[in-house]
Structures are given as structure tokens and as C-alpha cells.
């Protein structure tokens, strides 16, 4: 799993020290502003901003989940990445760096929209950043339940079995 400057998934997963992430793939907390908001939507206080490194080799997803806050995610390295996100539709983007293939370097993605990601190329890998505001919190993650979504969003299911845990 090489991409064109030689590095490999590992190599990454080694030089930015990333662990398992209980969604699939792995990560590492680069950034957490010491800036705390109060906000009625949340159970608490929150950090303004959080930022992570997240990489996903082969066919390793990342499980359909929710959080209450908008999240940006970033391409950096490695192969294109598909972000499938659930509302009232699907809508498919692809990060990467071809624009010439309709691939984006950036996407916002709208609080408690449920989504989840697949690498395009399975002898690959991505790495993306994620900057998620206000700042992450396990108590504002939802990971997807596949027969409430299917039952949801029936149209989509064949996605949503595959990209579920």
C-alpha cells in the first residue's frame, strides 16, 4: 500500500502515531483549543475546535456514525476517499487531489448528518485530516445502528449493510 512519494499506510501510521479508532481505521488528536464554549445543543462544555489525523487502508471503512457538530475533512496522502452522507438522500463526494475526476481537497459535513467513508482504492490508503466545531466529544458521537438506518433510509440499504458494523 504505496502511494507515488513511497510512503506507505504504515509509514504514516508509525510517523504521526496513530491508533485504532472504535468507527474503523486509525488516528491521532493533533489539536484541542483551549477555548471553551457553552452551548444549550450540547451536554456541557465544549472545545471551540478539535483536529485529528484519520487514515483508512484497503478496505477499511469508516462506519456510518453521526456527531452534533460540523466536521471537515481534508485529503492529504494516498488514494482517493469516498464520503457517503445520509439525509433525506445519499450523497457520494470524493476527496482526493484529481480535480479533473470530480475529486474535492475539502468537504463540510452538516452536524447529525450520518455519513461514513471507504478508500477508492483497496490496495491503497487515505489520510485526511478531520477538524470537527465545536470541538469532539465521545458524548456527542453516535455510532449507526444498520437496522435503523436501513429501516430509515430502506432505499440505501446495500450501503448501508456494507459500510455498518
Not at 29 to 45: A, C, M, T
Amino acid at each position: 500500500m504505496m502511494n507515488t512519494l513511497g510512503h506507505t499506510a504504515n509509514y504514516w501510521i508509525d510517523k504521526l502515531q496513530l491508533k485504532e479508532h472504535p468507527e474503523g481505521g486509525y488516528y491521532n488528536e493533533v489539536y484541542r483549543s483551549e477555548k471553551i464554549i457553552n452551548l444549550p445543543e450540547y451536554k456541557g462544555p465544549r472545545n471551540a475546535c478539535t483536529l485529528i489525523y484519520y487514515l483508512l487502508k484497503g478496505s477499511q471503512y469508516s462506519s456510518f456514525h453521526k456527531i452534533n457538530s460540523d466536521e471537515i475533512w481534508h485529503f492529504y496522502a494516498g488514494s482517493s476517499l469516498s464520503l457517503y452522507i445520509l439525509n433525506s438522500n445519499l450523497k457520494v463526494i470524493k476527496l482526493g487531489k484529481n480535480m479533473d475526476k470530480g475529486e474535492i481537497f475539502h468537504i463540510v459535513i452538516k452536524s447529525n448528518s450520518w455519513f461514513a467513508a471507504s478508500v477508492d482504492d483497496p490496495a491503497s490508503y487515505c489520510l485526511v485530516g478531520c477538524v470537527v466545531s465545536p470541538g469532539f466529544d465521545y458524548h456527542d458521537w453516535e455510532i449507526g445502528d444498520k437496522d435503523i438506518l436501513c429501516e430509515k433510509y430502506p432505499q440505501h440499504k446495500s450501503i448501508i449493510m456494507k459500510l455498518s458494523k
